[in-house]
């Protein structure tokens, strides 16, 4: 007996999930998946850059993803510095509306200094000519 291999969810498959039915993007079919693959680009160069600077980006309707501090150290002479590793930690709402259990935990991580997203600034330094309004709801 063979079973199938499951088939890999790519870009592609999720920019065609958000053109079929309604969508949130106000256009026409072929357009709103130009303006999904941009809005995806620019989220990307935003989350790099942010990531580039050593801090942790968050999008309250998906997670917080970055940097958790996990060690202090003394650099000598230098100065102190810290440890930090990679952390990705989805939103309360974010599991709720996806049917997954929200478990609190004891201690929460000690996240490097959090950049909020802001539609405005990926509109305008990270991409050609989205406009907020195009992020805002490309990311909904």
């Known amino acids: 007996r063979v079973r199938a291999a499951a088939m890999p969810y790519a870009l592609h498959d999720l920019i065609e999930d958000c053109c079929s039915g309604r969508g949130r993007v106000k256009a026409s079919k072929a357009k709103r998946r130009e303006v999904y693959n941009e809005v995806w680009v620019a989220v990307n160069r935003w989350i790099l850059d942010t990531f580039s600077r050593g801090k942790t980006v968050h999008i309250p309707s998906l997670a917080r993803i970055g940097w958790e501090v996990v ?46 997203i802001n539609f405005i600034k990926l509109a305008i330094k990270f991409s050609e000519d989205l406009t907020k309004d195009q992020v805002f709801s490309g990311l909904r």
Do not use: H, I
């Open 71 to 116: 060690d202090n150290y003394d650099r000598g002479a230098g100065g102190s510095g810290y440890r930090r590793q990679p952390l990705f930690m989805p939103t309360d709402n974010f599991l709720r509306s996806n049917g997954m259990p929200v478990k609190k935990q004891p201690k929460p991580p000690f996240f490097t200094t959090v950049d909020e």
